[in-house]
């Protein structure tokens, strides 16, 4: 149990300060926000808990092949945004964009043979 609580508190005081990064300074904020910090700690979280290498190598593999449809979203809110969306429409429907984006990609993947 101490050892959820202690993912838990890192995890949160990580997104905490990029949040307080943001509001400082934008580029600081996209800079620090942009490392795969969530990447990095889920690596560090399966290793510690599985010790299992094969583990960390599919993981890191299948994150290489999903970043790619994942940056939609960032194109899409400031879209939605520019356009006179409100935050939480924008929002959602560019998480929404994303999904669709991952389910076309993710299956035009394994029609050319790339395991996920």
Known sequence: MLQYLVKVLVTAVLVVLISEAAKKSTLLGSITASLPLTSVLAIIWLYFDTQNIKNIIALSQSIFWVVIPSLIFFLVLPLFLKFGFSFWL?????????????WGYIYVLSKIGVKI
Not at 90 to 102: E, G, K, P, Q, W
């Open 90 to 102: 924008s929002l959602i429907s560019s998480v929404m964009v994303t999904a669709t984006t991952y």
